[in-house]
């Protein structure tokens, strides 16, 4: 079976990102929110990204129309569902909300559907234990901007199939991205080491060794990094790279322990760039 029909739940950041990468390379999207509200704000994204295409001169005017025309949103988890040879979950990154999904994805899609998660440090093999098809669920994690960003991690859960695998791969190459494969772990590859990188940038900072702005500028000039791994974070956002610190440190050991100056930040609300202040100051 082809991939020519895909549902993407989850209209957020990287929902509406893959919903519109998958529409301009031609596949017919559903796009799915527990919200009317939530889809609303996901088209009105999808939107500004095809008026962005088109000003930037990367889209035409009948491709522009046919990326908005090809996303049909539905609310309806099952009507959006029911014809898809694939879906890609873009929900909230929780493992009882994913599996919740997937349970139900398990019961709606066609028998031979596969089902994808974006998850960034969640156990597809684990989430695939919600469903009766672990051979046909897989991990295709996808990077934020998507439209920009050329990397897909293709993440093998324990028991997905040979098969499940290279219709992964096809997918990714069809949305004109660059697929890797890794098995299940931690971080996979991107996160894992990205971990560690901002996560000894922090330390240096909060041992007082160096100030941020000397991180970032030894990292972009010394490494030749395009950012430093501090702004990096707080393009992230700091509760997400908290987030995925605690799952490095729980999967991988105390070589990956949370810094604290990490967790003082989220906790007094500074998330980077979303909230004006992360590592550094931000004004609109
Ligand atoms: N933001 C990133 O940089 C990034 C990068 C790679 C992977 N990811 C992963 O992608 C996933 C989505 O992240 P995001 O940043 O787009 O999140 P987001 O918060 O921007 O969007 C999540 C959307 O999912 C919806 N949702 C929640 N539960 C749902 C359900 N049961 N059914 C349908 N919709 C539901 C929410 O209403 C929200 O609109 C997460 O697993 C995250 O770890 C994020």
């Known amino acids: 079976m082809e991939i020519n029909r895909i549902a ?8 509406t990102g893959i919903a519109y ?10 796009l799915n929110d527990i919200k009317q509200e ?50 890609v979950e873009a929900i909230f990154e929780n493992m009882e ?19 994808a998660t974006n998850t ?4 597809v093999t684990e989430i695939a234990t919600a469903t009766k098809r672990p051979k046909k669920v897989i991990g295709t994690h996808f990077f934020n901007p998507v439209y920009t960003m050329k990397l897909v991690e293709i993440v093998l859960g324990e028991k997905s199939s040979e098969d499940t695998i290279e219709k992964a791969i096809e997918f990714a190459k069809r949305l004109d ?16 080491i990205l971990g560690a990188l901002m996560g000894e940038a922090i330390k240096i900072l909060e041992e007082g060794l160096a100030t941020g702005r000397d991180i970032d500028t ?7 990094h395009p950012v430093g791994p501090l702004t990096l974070a707080d393009f992230v956002g700091l509760d997400i790279a908290a987030a995925t610190a605690n799952t490095l440190h729980q999967g991988l050991g105390d070589c990956y322990q949370t ?26």
């Open 21 to 30: 990468q998958a529409a301009r390379f031609g596949l017919e999207v559903t």
């Open 8 to 15: 993407v739940i989850g209209a957020g950041a990287m929902g």
């Open 38 to 87: 939530f889809i609303d704000k996901g088209i009105s994204k999808i939107k500004e990204m095809v008026k962005t295409g088109v000003e930037r001169k990367k889209l035409d005017l009948k491709e522009a129309k046919a990326i908005i025309e090809g996303i049909k949103p539905h609310l309806d988890l099952k009507e959006a569902v029911k014809d898809a040879d694939m879906v």
């Open 218 to 224: 030894a990292m972009t000039l010394g490494a030749n």
């Open 259 to 284: 810094p604290k100056l990490l967790l003082e930040k989220v906790e007094k609300g500074e998330l980077g760039m979303k909230s004006g202040k992360g590592f550094f100051e931000y004004t609109e």
């Open 177 to 192: 991205k660059t697929p890797v494969k890794v098995k299940d772990s931690p971080g996979f590859i991107v996160n894992r």
């Open 120 to 123: 960034s440090s969640l156990s």
């Open 97 to 115: 909300v994913k599996k919740e999904l997937f349970a139900k994805l398990d019961e709606y899609t066609k028998p031979d559907a596969i089902l």
